[in-house]
């Protein structure tokens, strides 16, 4: 079975990437390589979330492959692997014929309507075999025991699941309902784990374990708690990649070692009450400023949506360095701001030196336990070398800045899988538990094909994830795509377990509701669903798709 499903698979993943390919080449001539995209929105938008999606469908069936080659066939996954290729070869088509003269493929398209083509499709949809997938999720409880094909890896994901339940599940509720700052002691013992560092090398202090270590870890993490604990390493995660990729070698040996240790903890401040994710246009201002005799910069300006800011030590803070405006990006500088830890949804730092930090936290319905900041800056001195490379990082914080953003967005990937993993497990416990009429709703069929189109998407979205993380190049587009996809995937599988869950599910004493608010964050931060499909991955794509 698992070998029928795996050729079928590989077919139309084959016949998806030869049609997708075709569509990029003609968006690409009417885009002149992507410099016109703007002109054409709505089709670099198709393009590229199709592009993901097959490239999803190949990772998947890829990994299948794999196990199956080395003797240890996962038939689940197998399945998994020939439904979402089947959904996507057919969205595919669907979304050619619709936009015809748009994708411009005739020739090619005419793979996607092979007997061949179609009968896989067919038997990949097939409502029997998506129930197949949802009946073993079900009496799996859920779980994800999937072959990770690495044994490092799998101790790691063994480590973070007992701390995720041992130690952040017991609490998250709570975090959430009462709107509560992560405990301190739950920071410690995070930090003791050591997975602030689980991607800093071990000559600056950290574990050196890599980025698929940390995507497993922040996956496992968020499964008990998005805000609790799978986010806790986002931040020091992009300013350490900023320090690495352009830090003096005096910055990474004071700081790197202080974060990987959690002693120093970090917000990020870079978007604006009035520009969100166009941070080349950046508008908080940094002036040269001696002080008592040595060199550093005065700060003024507004920041928002600083998450984590008030208990942070320090800010990574994008501000503009040359006044002249119309340098845009290669104007901005990246400063590591120094304050003191504040509680609460609200706080005021005075410094020694004259200036003030106030922050005043946004209510948010989730993503609770760290606060999200607007910050006024007034007259806040910085020295000199907390500017990220000093003398040579003057102008370059932008370009610093989105290496860091990169990375950040490849852990969104491991986040949302992991919210849609803690969705998809109390789906398949309740529908064992609640009976209506007469029956649990586990024996309906609508719930097993519910379940198992969940457990599909999820499979796909991880294995799109973790590929990115064996070759993260914060360059390319494969973290991007990993970020984009499992967030709707997480939107999509929270919101579903919330209805298998029926009215209880909209109450706030049950943790799928709070999978449910969490959820809808994920495609906003870390690059905003539209701004992702249009300026990064539709333009790289496209870029790629003309040489």
Not at 38 to 60: K, M, S
Not at 86 to 93: G, I, Y
Not at 166 to 186: F, K
Not at 196 to 210: D, K, Q, R
């Amino acid at each position: 079975m698992a070998t029928s499903e795996l050729g079928s698979a590989r077919l139309l993943v084959d016949v998806a990437q030869a049609v997708s390919m075709a569509a990029l080449r003609h968006a690409a001539q009417l885009t002149e390589g992507g410099a016109k995209i703007d002109d054409y929105q709505v089709h670099t938008e198709r393009v590229a979330y199709l592009a993901t999606q097959v490239r999803a469908a190949h990772e998947l069936t890829a990994t299948a492959g794999r196990l199956a080659a080395a003797g240890r066939p996962d038939a689940i996954m197998a399945l998994e692997a020939h439904a979402y290729a089947a959904e996507v070869a057919q969205a595919l088509r669907g979304a050619v014929e619709a936009h015809w003269d748009d994708f411009g493929v005739a020739e090619a398209a005419g793979a996607l309507e092979g007997d061949a083509v179609r009968a896989a499709i067919r038997a990949g949809l097939a409502e029997a075999r998506l129930r197949e997938i949802g009946r073993a999720r079900i009496a799996a409880g859920g779980a994800n025991n999937v072959d990770l094909e690495d044994e490092v890896a799998v101790l790691t994901r063994q480590t973070a699941r007992e701390f995720a339940r041992n130690e952040v599940a017991p609490r998250a509720q709570e975090i959430h309902r009462q709107d509560l700052l992560v405990p301190e002691d739950l920071i410690q013992k995070f930090a003791a784990q050591g997975f602030f560092g689980s991607s800093i090398p071990e000559a600056y202090g950290g574990t050196g374990m890599g980025d698929l270590a940390m995507i497993i870890i922040t996956e496992e993490l968020s499964v008990a708690s998005l805000a609790a604990a799978g986010s806790l390493a986002t931040r020091p995660e992009i300013l350490s990649r900023a320090l690495l990729a352009a830090g003096t070698e005096e910055q990474k040996q004071h700081w790197l070692p202080r974060l990987a240790r959690g002693e120093t903890i970090v917000a990020v401040a870079v978007t604006e009450p009035d520009i969100g994710s166009d941070n080349a246009s950046v508008q908080t201002r940094a002036e040269l400023a001696d002080h008592d005799g040595r060199r550093g910069w005065r700060i003024n300006g507004a920041k928002a949506w600083s998450t984590f800011s008030g208990r942070a030590d320090v800010l990574s803070m994008l501000v503009r360095t040359d006044p002249d405006v119309s340098k845009g990006a290669r104007g901005l500088s990246l400063f590591i701001v120094p304050k003191a830890p504040y509680p609460g949804h609200a706080w005021r730092h005075e410094q020694p030196e004259g200036g003030v930090l106030t922050g005043t936290a946004n209510s948010t319905p989730g993503y609770r336990g760290m606060h999200s900041f607007t910050i006024a800056i007034d007259n806040y001195w910085v020295a000199h070398e907390h500017l990220v490379g000093e003398d040579a990082g003057i102008g370059q914080g932008f370009f610093v800045q989105m290496g860091g953003f990169a990375a950040a967005r490849l852990q969104t990937g491991g986040r949302a899988i992991g919210v849609a993993q803690a969705s998809l497990e109390k789906a398949c416990q309740y529908v064992v538990q609640r009976s209506q009429f007469g029956l649990p709703l586990a024996e309906y069929q609508l719930t097993q094909h519910r379940i198992g189109v969940m457990s599909t998407h999820l499979a796909a979205a991880r294995q799109l994830t973790y590929a990115a993380a064996r070759g993260f190049d914060s360059r390319g587009m494969e973290a991007p795509m990993a970020k984009l996809l499992a967030c709707d995937v997480a939107v999509e599988t929270s919101q579903a377990a919330q209805q298998l869950h029926g009215g209880w599910g909209y109450s706030e004493e049950d943790p799928v509701s709070r999978y449910v608010v969490d959820a809808l964050v994920l495609p906003i931060f870390e690059g905003v669903k539209p701004i992702l499909e249009l300026k990064v991955i539709g333009r790289q794509l496209l870029a790629q798709a003309a040489r």
